[in-house]
């Protein structure tokens, strides 16, 4: 039984809406958003590979590119493996925009603390550190314990 009610998720929507909601009045949709952080953590990437990594079609990446290359998010360049494609490289627009949604998060964060004691927010932070440090440790494993135990059918205790 899930007694969290699966709390974390809705409150991580309701702080991504917020910050979508902010980052259009810096000219950028979440699409974009997530394209800008693939390339931001894959310098020199190609529009196939990054076609893989967010599931696009050939066009929508296409045209993704080129409207965040007008906006001044990414650069283009060519690529000297292949005379066919470009590389896309993150402009020091696109690391400023990374700061701006980090902000905007952190913002929704320490209002929602507001509501807290420090005591409490003390508390709050270490059980909320554990519960990070456990998801963050089994993502980098590959998911090996959540695997089984959704094949399985149940919870894992």
């Given amino acids: 039984m899930d007694y969290t009610k699966r709390q974390i998720t809705k409150i ?3 702080v991504n ?5 902010m980052l259009k009045t810096e000219g950028v949709g979440s699409a974009e958003y997530d394209f ?4 931001r953590k894959n310098p020199g990437i190609t529009q196939a590979s990054i076609r893989e990594i967010l599931s696009l079609d ?9 409207n965040l290359e007008a906006k001044g998010y990414l650069i283009r360049k060519p690529n000297p ?3 066919r494609s470009h590389l896309l490289y993150a402009t ?12 905007v998060e952190a913002l929704y964060y320490e209002w929602l603390e507001e509501a807290l004691t420090p005591q409490e927010n003390a508390e709050f932070c270490r059980i909320l550190n554990i ?4 998801s963050k440790t089994e993502s980098k494993a590959g998911f090996p314990n959540l695997t089984k135990c959704f094949l399985e059918g149940g919870s894992q205790k």
Avoid: M
């Fill in 131 to 134: 519960l990070y440090t456990r």
């Fill in 58 to 66: 050939k066009g929508a990446t296409a045209r993704r590119a080129a």
């Fill in 92 to 103: 020091e627009k696109s690391d400023l925009l990374k700061n701006s949604k980090a902000s």
């Fill in 81 to 83: 493996t292949d005379g």
């Fill in 12 to 14: 991580a929507r309701e």
């Fill in 36 to 39: 800008i952080h693939v390339v």
């Fill in 17 to 21: 809406k917020f910050t979508v909601r």
